[in-house]
């Protein structure tokens, strides 16, 4: 088979890279690129490897502050949370709405409620 140009090797890692931020694992990214793509896994890593630095490239460009990623993390997890609610997984509430307590500082044993009033 031949090898990709530079343009399919970018779409391949852009597509990638839109499994793994749509909160796919680095795992079914890979297995998906090397079935769609007939590579090898290493060459499916490869891609896989590339879709995370181009994640990485973005995120710097962007320059996200830390309450900036922290509320899209917040987001991401109350999304995660309508959905188990949809399919009625109560443990993937509990362990998103515990996620989101954390983030928040918001569980009894932080230091925001530990402050002298």
Request: charged share 20%; with cysteine.
């Amino acid at each position: 088979m031949a090898r990709a140009t530079k343009a399919e090797l970018e779409l391949r890692v852009g597509e990638a890279a839109d499994m793994l931020v749509q909160g796919h694992s680095a795992t079914v990214a890979t297995t998906h690129a090397a079935e769609k793509y007939q590579l090898s896994r290493r060459q499916a890593r490869r891609i896989t490897a590339a879709a995370y630095e181009l994640i990485v490239q973005d995120l710097e460009e962007v320059d996200l502050s830390r309450p900036q990623m922290t509320a899209k993390l917040i987001v991401n997890l109350e999304q995660a949370m309508q959905k188990a609610l949809l399919h009625n997984q109560s443990s993937a509430v509990a362990s998103c709405a515990k996620q989101i307590i954390n983030l928040c500082g918001l569980a009894a044993n932080t230091p925001y409620n530990n402050r002298a009033r």
